[in-house]
């Protein structure tokens, strides 16, 4: 199993970037996934996650609004659109694979099996 996050750069606050979670070695469009972030000096935290079907998102309330997430079967890929973005986005971004379906679960991190490497994000003021 692989997840290899990209998109990741340096961005004026008020600017947008788009990530990128290409995966492989699992059934992609049987999984629901999600995206968290940590930020120096703290603990990681939930951003978003997509149903298998793409039926359910859920968001952090600190991102609704600003952050959209999307799958492409076809590409293995998901996606976090990030608009607006603040100062306080700044972290490292990582995408996992959920363990099952029940979508409140991918709030925590214990309803994932497999995780990314992770992508800087950095928003300057």
């Known amino acids: 199993v692989q997840l290899q996050a990209s998109g990741g750069g340096l961005v004026q606050a008020g600017g947008s970037l788009r990530l990128s979670c290409a995966t492989s070695?699992?059934?992609?469009?049987?999984?629901?996934m999600g995206w968290f972030r940590q930020a120096p000096g703290k603990e990681r935290e939930f951003v978003g996650a997509?149903?298998?079907?793409?039926?359910?998102?859920i968001y952090a309330d600190s991102v609704k609004g600003r952050f959209t997430i999307s799958r492409d079967d076809a590409k293995n890929t998901v996606y976090l659109q990030m608009n607006n973005l603040k100062p306080e986005d700044t972290a490292i971004y990582y995408c996992a694979a959920a363990r099952g379906y029940y979508v409140d679960s991918y709030r925590h991190e214990s309803g994932y099996d497999d995780w990314g490497q992770g992508t800087q994000v950095t928003v300057s003021s």
């Open positions: 997509i149903s298998w079907d793409s039926v359910h998102t």
């Open positions: 070695g699992f059934t992609f469009r049987s999984v629901g």
